[in-house]
Nanobody, 114 residues
């Protein structure tokens, strides 16, 4: 059974940083690409960043390029999202997802506000 558990969200001031983690189980983590999505209130869920199965390639939505970094540790079945220079428009619930399966975790709330 595919399980994804996101953590690391919270309330941060503009310009601050957070590191999100997603612990995965129920599938062969090292064989699949992973992505981070986010959904702001009243908006559709959007793809934020993706990483290949071995971590040799990443991609980002334009709005986070230069500020967010996706990474993974296949030994720990975990994918990360380092978020720097956070802006109020980054406020959303953040989710991780595998490329292979349609399962979603519960998400982790990120709120950027002064």
């Amino acid at each position: 059974q595919v399980q994804l558990v996101e953590s690391g969200g919270g309330l941060v001031q503009p310009g601050g940083s957070l590191r999100l983690s997603c612990s995965a189980s129920g599938f062969t983590f090292s064989n699949t690409g992973m992505s981070w999505y986010r959904q702001a209130p009243g908006k559709e869920r959007e793809l934020v960043a993706g990483i290949t199965s071995v971590g040799d390639s990443t991609n980002y939505v334009d709005s986070v390029k230069g500020r967010f970094t996706i990474s993974r540790d296949n030994a720990k079945n975990t994918v990360y999202l380092q978020m720097n220079n956070l802006k109020p428009e980054d406020t959303a619930v953040y989710y991780c997802k595998t490329i292979k399966y349609d399962n979603w975790g519960q998400g982790t709330q990120v709120t950027v506000s002064s």
